[in-house]
């Protein structure tokens, strides 16, 4: 009470406040406080950051403030909340500006504090000022209330006479003092996104990062698991996860002191990149989202898909798109007649429409390959004479919507574009080229290149109004990198960049605000959350083989929700002396959003006539699967086998997946205990995606079960058969 009574206070004062030393700042959410504090050298400490305390009058007493010893030492030196280059932390800055004497010292005191309602929760900005040089920075924070997410971001200005240099430009820190600290990674590479490691954190610096410029996440995800005490685990303990909202170079820090205290600091990666920040502009730093939860992954995970699809992701509310993709199918090779086939097989599926892949345009350069075509984006007249108006038309006939595949920031030497704009491309005056796939990318800091990219969307929807979507590919990472725009501002380069990118996503947002968008990169190359603002999914990998997903998706699963990751059927097998049945795929596809990518040839009638049930079941269940809660019931990592459901926000309703990846000969199969349910509700159970004729022989099939008993005894699910799957759907009564 008296809490509520406090945050109403502070939110009826929305003036500036100018709090006197000692003044503590929350920012709160439902179960969690992040405490900071006014010290008495005017500068900004963070006191606190847990499981949310029941009496604000108790902040004052938290003693984390700096400590002088005897013999001058700092016993303790503070957590300062924007500590700068040059102070007496020690310890890596957030904060680092040259500024124009040559001084690359920074050091900020607190000036003022604001704090307002906001939709799903509370903003603070805090201002702070450097008492030598002209500079200021605000720090921003929005703690979405029933979420437990904290979303930060920090504006850094100055009014020096010339331009200053940032070297450090983190988003935030975060400190915490536990007796040991675990660290889990999402790294990989392509076609292997995602494979989770956790490694303890020891004295000095473990640093997670990418310097890929565009397609980013191709080692490592821009997300991670902290474990505080002891190694992340899924139901239970003390765990913090957070993840950058940038699509570009990102760099997480965490660093271990001599007093065994962690500092957390995510950033842009300052590598190659000393940004010159002109007088009165603004740098605004990526949004650094984090939630921390007293009961492991699992519920951390919950909060970030709740606040993903309520806040941040496109359409986050919204409903998908099932769809037939062409691209596992038929690589560059395809033509009027076989797409009309695909878009009519896509409709005997029951899917929502059909999106065409790469290899679509290039007329003197045709695309046939990947080596050529990419950046002239015209409809190659021998292959589609009939333009994309006449795919349309032929979707419309299947009955089914349209949608198509770009990569506009990118370019094929072998291009029109190229042979025109060869300074669009970012590129080495000076040294021969080295391609990734053939191409390169276009310097997006450059804003006729921004125009340009903005132009190749808006002129394929000016001219038909009708395409419904688009999967939007960035299959390079920025090689040769040197930008012919930015002449001797070469380190502003790697974010100029990602700026503009963003720039064109906004504007294409502005103009096109219902045309649904996938981001790909090379599969999930480029997963983040200041994409996903623009973007209401993702591909996770192209890797779609089934056991291979399994893991992959896991990984993901951690940070996005269902909603956003989009899974295929596809006929792929990374290990062709394993039989992946297309129920196995199905079901694997099936716990995210649903897509096929092969053709209907290659399946019997009995394999079609379940991919349309599962079409079905899936959309009839999309409201569950989609927006509700997620449960991890058992890891791909822990074993043989692995299982995922979901309920509903209102428990009426649940579905169940379970995979049998590798059982051993005669193993003891452990019941799968279900997760979110009421314990007082009566449920169903109902074996979904059999093949015809084919009956459960899940014991527990149409039989009902309390909410208690599916939770502490659980179903029978496992089996001892290599690569079973179930999708198992529970009605409360
Ligand atoms: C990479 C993507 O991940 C694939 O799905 C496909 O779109 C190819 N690019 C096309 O070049």
Redesign the pocket.
Known sequence: MKRILFIFISLLVTQMTYAVPGTSISISTEKTDLILRVAQDNRLYQVYYGARLSNPEEYADISYEPKETRDGCMAFRGWEVAPGSGSETHFEPVIAITHNDGNPSTYLYYKSHLQYAVEGGVQTDIVLYDDQYPVEVILHYVAFTDENVIKTWKEIRHKEKKPVKLWRYASTILYFRNHEYYVTDFSGDWAKESQMSTQKLEFGKKVLESKMGCRTAIHTGPFFSLGIDEPAKENSGKVMMGTLAWSGNFQFTFEVDNLNHLRVIPSINPYASEYELNPHDTFVTPEFIFTLSENGMGEASRNIHDWARNYQLKNGKGSRLTLL?N??NT?FHFNEEILARLMYEARKLGVDMFLL???WFGNNHPRVH?DAGLGDWEVMKSKLPGGISGLIKAADEAGIKFGI?I?PEMVNPKSDLFEKHPDWAILFPNRKPYYH?NQLVLDMSNPDVQDYVFGVVDKILTENPTLSFF?W?C?TPITNIYSPYLKDRQHNLYIDHTLGVMNVFERVQAKYPDVQMMM????GCRNDYNGLKYFGEY?C??NSDAIERLFIQWGQSHFFPAKSMCAHVTGFVANPSKTVSVKFRLDVSSMCKLGF?LGLKKLTEDEIALCREGVANWKRLSPVILDGDQYRLVSPYEGNHMSVMYASKDKLSAVLFTYDINPRYHEFMYNVKLQGLDPQKIYTIKELNLMPGKKSNLPENGKSYSGDYLMKVGLNAFTERTLNSRMIELIAQ
Do not use: A, F, T
């Not at 790909?520 to 599969?523: A, D, F, I, P, Q």
């Open positions: 993709n691209w596992e690589s892949d790469d290899g990947d595949w990569e796939r999967k590919d299959n790909c990169s090379s599969g591909w990998s192209d990518d």
